[in-house]
């Protein structure tokens, strides 16, 4: 895949990763936001710090659809809450035609594209994500990442993360980023 790149963006914006599980987007985040000196935030530790809760007892105890509650209104939160920022998102956060509305309205959007097989081995041995964690994780992950490209795709910035560490990645984004207008 090659990359792609809205050229019309405007970079006092929020830069917000979309990504399946597994993806690299908190690595790749914490690395862009260092490298660009704006603050990195994680939204699923957002999340886990607020409600006090891993994300797998949030599933277990109240369900996805309450997960993907407290994720809509801590995305929102966190959008609001100023422009110099990178934003890693769970993977699940662009279902919400809302979430997609608003982080459009607001940032610019970067996807880091994986394939499922990088999906599987990269969360090889993890145990806290509940959507794979069943005996049928690999079928349930090409399902979700098939229902979800639609989403992914429509990002501003599309990165293909394929045989690139989580820094190359990062300075692909950065490259992307230099050029345009402040
Ligand atoms: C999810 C992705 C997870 C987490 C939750 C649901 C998803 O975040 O929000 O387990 O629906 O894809 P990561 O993408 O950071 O693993």
New binding site residues.
């Given amino acids: 895949m090659k990359d792609t790149v809205n050229k019309s963006l405007k970079l006092e914006k929020p830069l917000i990763l979309t990504?399946?599980?597994?993806?690299g987007?908190?690595s790749v985040g914490k690395i862009l936001a260092e490298r660009l000196g704006r603050r990195f935030i994680?939204?699923?530790t957002e999340?886990v710090a607020a409600s006090g809760c891993s994300?797998?007892d949030i599933?277990a105890r109240a369900g996805?659809e309450s997960?993907r509650i407290l994720?809509s209104s801590h995305l929102k939160k966190v959008l609001l809450s100023g422009q110099n920022l990178v934003i890693?998102?769970?993977?699940?956060?662009v279902?919400s035609k809302e979430n997609r509305a608003l982080m459009h309205s607001i940032g610019i959007i970067i996807n880091l594209k994986v394939t499922v097989e990088q999906v599987m081995s990269r969360?090889k041995g993890c145990s806290?994500?509940?959507?794979?964690s069943g005996e049928d994780a690999v079928d349930h992950a090409e399902i979700?990442l098939k229902q979800?490209e639609q989403f992914y795709s429509a990002a501003d910035i599309r990165i293909d993360t394929n045989g690139k560490s989580v820094e190359d990645v990062a300075a692909v984004i950065q490259c992307c980023l230099e050029g345009f207008s402040e």
């Fill in positions: 990504g399946f599980m597994g993806s987007k908190s994680d939204l699923d999340i994300i797998n599933f996805q997960f994720e890693s998102t769970g993977g699940g956060a279902i969360l806290d994500r509940p959507l794979l979700l979800r």
